[in-house]
């Protein structure tokens, strides 16, 4: 099973602020995904990016939101300026192009306040 | 709209004692269906997926079995071990979509007692 790593594990700010959320793939993949889950809530797609540009996002993902991955491992998802509603746990989730299988990250928790 | 439900949200069962997690979901273009698992604080594992092409498949104390027919999917473990207490989580993919987003079910909490 690929390895996932998401950075930090827990970051809290204030309404109003920007954040970065971090994932690192151990491996080369091709599709990366962002999800997330509002406590006690199912987990929700936000993004998918392939090929270095988005492939498709949901409605949850609007203009305070963007992804990317600028230095060709990392790959972030940004939020210009969170809302409380925003406060989740945020997943990484990467695929090959050889599988369909999605392997999730152990998430970042964000708490706005 | 199309969706993934559970039938069941919480499940208690005896530790040693086969479990049964099931979900129906209603869109009938998905080809691919994955079970996750999730406990407290981490994110979503993956346990044991299938292909629409098939009814059943077998892993490591498990078994998902997919009935197209109703739009039925069910989560087998056998077994049961108080370290497989979490919640579990269906979810479709329509691959042949494009790339594949998956659409995750309500979640059942599965509780196993001592």
């Known amino acids: 099973e690929p390895e996932v790593t998401q950075t930090p594990s827990h970051q809290v700010t204030q309404m109003g602020q920007e954040v970065i959320l971090r994932c690192v793939p151990i491996s080369n993949h091709l599709y990366f995904y962002w999800y997330r889950q509002i406590l006690g809530q199912k987990v929700e797609f936000l993004v998918s990016f392939y090929n270095n540009e988005i492939s498709e996002k949901s409605e949850i993902f609007d203009d305070q939101f963007s992804v990317e991955r600028p230095d060709g491992s990392n790959f972030t998802l940004k939020i210009r300026s969170t809302k409380l509603e925003d406060s989740a746990m945020y997943f990484c989730?990467?695929?090959?192009?050889?599988?369909?299988?999605?392997?999730f990250g152990p998430g970042t928790r964000l708490t706005v306040l | 709209g199309e969706s993934v439900g559970l039938h069941l949200p919480t499940l208690s069962v005896q530790e040693g004692d086969n479990s049964i997690i099931n979900c129906a979901y209603s869109?009938?273009?998905?080809?691919?269906f994955i079970w996750y698992k999730q406990e407290s604080g981490k994110g979503p594992q993956f346990i044991i997926d299938i292909r629409s092409n098939m009814d059943k498949r077998q892993g490591q104390r498990v078994t998902v079995l997919l009935n197209k027919t109703v739009k039925h999917l069910s989560l087998q473990i056998a077994a049961t071990q108080p370290g497989d207490s979490a919640v579990y989580f269906c979810a479709e993919i329509p691959v042949s979509g494009g790339y594949q987003k998956v659409t995750f079910g309500t979640g059942t909490k599965l509780q196993v007692i001592p």
């Open positions: 989730a990467i695929r090959d192009r050889a599988a369909d299988t999605q392997y």
């Open positions: 869109n009938s273009a998905s080809d691919y």
